[in-house]
Nanobody, 115 residues
Framework: QVQLVESGGGLVQPGGSLRLSCAAS????????MGWYRQAPGKQRELVAT???????NYADSVKGRFTVSRDNARNTVFLQMNSLNAEDTAVYYC?????????WGQGTQVTVSS
């Protein structure tokens, strides 16, 4: 059974930074595109950033220039470096990955931006 486990969420002041990590574990044969989505209260889940197995990133317009997605294929891990955070970034952040050709989700980690 494959699991995606996120870490790194928390409370940060406006303008601050956080780094999220997501590690895939289990019986893994192949991992394709991985990425991050978020869901704010009362809103639908939305894409934040993805990165292909070859390292090509894709970002939502709202985070371009502030967030950086990266991955370590040797450790089956994807990262999200978030800078210049603002209140609109407050949400539960979910890791997503195409693992063994199945679309997998993590349990989510809360990011709260507040003074």
């Amino acid at each position: 059974q494959v699991q995606l486990v996120e870490s790194g969420g928390g409370l940060v002041q406006p303008g601050g930074s956080l780094r999220l990590s997501c590690a895939a574990s289990g019986n893994i044969f192949n991992i394709g595109t991985m990425g991050w989505y978020r869901q704010a209260p009362g809103k639908q889940r939305e894409l934040v950033a993805t990165i292909t197995g070859g390292g090509r990133p894709n970002y939502a317009d709202s985070v371009k220039g502030r967030f950086t997605v990266s991955r370590d294929n040797a450790r089956n891990t994807v990262f999200l470096q978030m800078n210049s955070l603002n209140a609109e970034d407050t949400a539960v952040y979910y890791c997503n990955g195409l693992v063994n050709r199945y679309n997998c989700w993590g349990q989510g980690t809360q990011v709260t931006v507040s003074s």
